[in-house]
């Protein structure tokens, strides 16, 4: 008579069984602090490689009929409900699997447990991006922190892409912003949102300048309270100022550092090996530091490998004179064909701000939000002058 076969994953259960009965007898307040250290490292070490078997197995158990047989909507919803995760998590989860299969290294290193999950999703993403690239973020990954791995991941991505990517990878950021409220339990009111780097910026800058106006008042009046708490301050009477006050359309002007390699100033795109960046937020298109801020103080590092080859500091603010002298000129969008005649945005419409385009009424002309948009981040220009105007698409892309 035949022995009947090993169930799938015996040994897992039988481990899963060992350590069960290990951590019943477990008890922290029966063992020293050093004990405890020494445990402490063997129990990540167990969560990783946990982890590496959900990730090795999420794509093929995807295509089992388990999840269906259970009820579930898909294969995702079954494996949330069996991790007791969200469903976005194990979507993540599962995607990364599916990335895994065609990644031999990244599932060798996995299978030593030497990667957290979520080092391994940053890693899977960037190699099945740029497979040229898998040995030398896994070097990385392994010797860094997931936080700097992550940066890492984001930025050579980034070189990576062409000009028309990375004003596509801005866009695309751009559309999917958002501000999203809620009560949590306590009553509080909560709050996320995702904008662009440079929106970012912008608000962080007038928050940290209100928030040292109100840190000060505070120390005047002996109140003491965390730097999270002046924040939130800033942000409240930043936004609610502006409907009660006085002083008209007064606020703080933001500085903004931006370090870009001149190479790329040049080009319009970051190269590999190049940077441009909001210093302490993130990169951005070239484009973007070209049309940045309107009304802000830019600092522009311009270097060249390591040297800072110049440092400029760029004031974009119009003159009232001349502000309403364009007003005059360009009471609607300049762009034939649209009527738009609120909210309305002044451009440098012939020589770019960033190249060196003077801010003059020859140089100047007034746009609606959405065709200076498309002027600044999707190749369309606008020529000819006042009175003559024409909006141009941009040129076929030629991939020879």
């Known amino acids: 008579m035949n022995e009947a076969s090993p169930q ?53 158990a995807a295509e089992a009929s388990d999840w269906r047989d259970c009820g579930h909507r898909s294969a995702a919803a079954w494996m949330a409900a069996t991790d007791g995760t969200g469903l976005g998590e194990a979507i993540s989860n599962l995607e990364t699997g599916e990335r895994l299969e065609t990644l031999d290294a990244t599932k060798d290193v996995l299978r030593r447990g030497a990667l957290s999950m979520r080092k391994a999703k940053e890693v899977a993403d960037l190699a099945v991006a740029i497979p040229e690239l898998e040995a030398e973020v896994l070097a990385y990954a392994e010797h860094g922190s997931w936080r700097t791995l992550k940066e890492y991941c984001r930025r050579v991505k980034l070189q990576w892409e062409t000009a028309p990517d990375e004003n596509a990878h801005y866009a695309a950021i751009h559309a999917g912003r958002y501000f999203r409220h809620w009560t949590d339990s306590d009553g509080a009111f909560k709050g996320e949102f995702k904008l662009t780097p440079d929106q970012g910026a912008r608000l962080l800058c007038s928050i940290d300048a209100r928030a040292d106006v109100l840190f000060d008042d505070a120390r005047r009046s002996g109140v003491h309270e965390s730097p999270a708490a002046y924040a939130a301050d800033a942000l409240v009477d930043l936004v609610t100022r502006c409907e009660g006050s006085t002083s008209g359309n007064s606020r703080t002007n933001a500085v903004v550092h931006v370090r870009v390699d001149a190479a790329a100033l040049r080009r319009g795109h970051v190269g590999w090996g190049e940077l441009c960046e909001i210093a302490g937020v993130g990169p951005v298109p070239v ?46 969008c300049v762009v034939p064909g649209c ?49 003559k105007w024409r909006w141009d698409p941009p040129p076929p892309f030629d991939s020879s």
Request: a negative charge.
């Open 339 to 387: 009527d738009v005649a609120t909210g309305l945005e002044i451009d440098h419409w012939e020589t770019d701000f960033a190249l060196g385009g003077p801010t003059s009424m020859a140089n100047l002309a007034r746009l609606c939000r959405f065709h200076h948009a498309m002027k600044t981040y999707q190749g369309f220009e606008l020529t000819g002058g006042p009175g």
């Open 8 to 60: 799938p994953g015996e040994p897992l259960r039988q481990i899963s069984e060992n350590l069960s009965a290990y951590l019943g007898g477990l008890d922290s307040d029966r063992i020293t602090p050093s004990v405890a250290a020494a445990l402490y490292p063997l129990f990540a070490l167990l969560r990783r490689q946990a982890s590496a078997g959900e990730l090795l197995v999420a794509a093929k």
């Open 287 to 332: 484009s973007t530091v070209r049309a940045l801020l309107p009304e802000a103080f830019v600092k522009v590092l311009i270097t060249d490998g390591v040297d800072v080859a110049t440092v400029c500091h760029v004031g974009r603010t119009i003159p009232a004179h001349l502000r309403s002298a364009i007003e005059e000129r360009d009471p609607m």
